[in-house]
């Protein structure tokens, strides 16, 4: 029996018996447990600072990609306020100050360099997170830096970021083009697209709101909204309740929710539809993009048949159509009507698409590309595979033609060739070229 069972359970009516052996008893197990306590002790913080600072791969946290945007940014300050300024300055008559949100990506690159160029006061928005090569979107991030803009490093998540830019600078236009983009990858990584495209979209929203004046946005939806639509060409009037893939049901989701701000808080709100973009400094995890990699090493380029032996196409739109595009939605934004987070009149709803008009097929695409890069390639014919990808896309344009006088004017040979110029000169045996 272990000394302790002579201890009764009710405190206060047991007295010990002063035995030396006793005392020297309990003295010995008390130091003993002490030590015991105090190397286990030592050992349980080795393992805590091993898990949470020595191995962030071990960190929940650090695994989970949704949340890998989340990290701490370093911002603020003197300086930092100086620099913002300085690139939101509008240097043009009756110029626009635009946050572009996304600005180290794709189209954001391309749109604040033309905005920039014209004189509009420009400053960008970015977490660089690694859905691709990070380097790539630092690459563009240089670019934009040479022609003045900067591009503060941050989350659209961070309200606290978010309003205190609003409070360094008045704002008159907000492009929303930060997203996490992507159809196949929302079967890996679902979560990071309720982050970026719903949460994300709502925290910048709630800022536009309370700030006054309040801004005019024009955001990115996709052409990826009209899902299972058979209806061709597609038009703003079609049903979009058919998503074919989490990324699509993001972006309406979008829509609607714009509706709710513009409804409630008076906010103006455009949204764009974009068919399929592309060109130089274009997305790596796009088919042209990675088709040009994979033919210039010799591999096999999967092209898809859909299940009744069909074509697939896609109604691809050039960047620089889409910059157009993007410019004229904000040169016709109607101002917001909302003040302090309080709608004071109906303020204007748009959605447009901005596409090319013509679909291609995709086996045509790799022809081009062969031709472009004289190099035979490899066709592997597949089933198309149920990831949301849709059979095809095709863009009725009229509205966008009528109210913003949108008008694409490259067709995909021209704008293949210059994006091969574009991959040419800046990959080099895999590796950047130098500039």
């Known amino acids: 029996m272990s000394h302790l069972d002579d201890i009764p359970s ?5 007295k010990m018996e002063k035995s030396p052996f006793i005392h020297g008893r309990m003295r010995w197990h008390w130091q003993s447990s002490l030590a015991k306590f105090c190397f286990w002790s030592l050992i349980f913080t080795g393992v805590i600072f091993i898990f949470f600072f020595r191995s962030p791969s071990s960190n929940p946290i650090a695994q989970d990609p949704s949340r ?18 300085s690139s939101a300055r509008v240097r043009s008559h009756n110029g626009f100050s635009v946050l572009v949100t996304g600005a180290a990506g794709f189209v954001g690159t391309h749109v604040s360099a033309a905005l920039k160029k014209r004189g509009d006061g420009v400053l960008g928005l970015d977490n660089f997170n690694d859905y691709y090569d990070p380097s790539l979107k630092r ?3 240089a670019l934009l830096e040479r022609s003045g803009v900067f591009i503060v490093e941050g989350d659209i998540n961070d309200s606290a970021l978010l309003r205190k830019l609003f409070e360094v600078v008045a704002f008159t236009h907000v ?7 992507g159809v196949r990858y929302a079967m890996e990584n679902p979560g990071s697209y309720v982050h970026s495209n719903i949460a994300g979209f709502v925290n910048l929203l709630e800022v536009c709101k309370s700030a006054n004046p309040q801004p005019a946005i024009v ?9 299972l639509n058979s209806k061709v060409p597609f038009s703003e009037r079609d049903r979009t309740d058919q998503p074919a893939s989490l990324y699509a049901a993001t972006k309406k989701a979008g829509e609607e ?15 764009l539809r974009f068919f399929t973009v592309y060109g130089p400094w274009g997305r790596p995890d796009m088919a042209y993009f990675f088709f040009t990699r994979d033919i210039l090493k010799g591999k096999s380029i999967p092209i898809f048949k859909a299940a009744n032996h069909g074509t697939v ?21 109607k101002k917001s009507t909302g003040s302090g987070g309080k709608k004071k009149g109906p303020a204007q709803l748009r959605v447009y698409n901005l596409g090319n008009t013509s679909p291609v097929p995709v086996t045509e695409l790799v022809s081009i590309l ?35 006088g949108y008008k694409p004017t490259t067709d995909l040979h021209a704008g293949l060739k210059k994006f091969v110029r574009w991959y040419l000169g800046f990959y080099s045996d895999g590796k950047k070229a130098a500039e």
């Open 10 to 14: 009710t405190p206060g009516k047991f």
């Open 68 to 85: 890998r945007s989340l990290r701490t940014y370093n911002w603020g300050g003197p300086v930092w306020e100086k620099r913002v300024r």
């Open 139 to 141: 690459a563009r991030q």
């Open 175 to 181: 492009m929303h083009l930060a997203a996490q983009a």
């Open 219 to 227: 955001w990115a939806s996709s052409s990826s909204v009209y899902g």
């Open 257 to 271: 929710i714009a509706h709710s701000y513009n409804h409630i808080y008076g906010l103006s709100l455009t949204g």
């Open 313 to 333: 196409a896609r109604d691809f739109t050039y960047i620089d159509d889409i910059v157009k595009g993007c410019l004229a939605a904000l040169d016709t934004a």
């Open 370 to 404: 062969e031709r472009l890069l004289k190099v035979k390639v490899k066709r592997n014919f597949m089933k198309l595979p149920l990831n949301g990808d849709v059979q095809f896309t095709h863009a009725n344009i009229s509205l966008a033609q009528r109210e913003l």
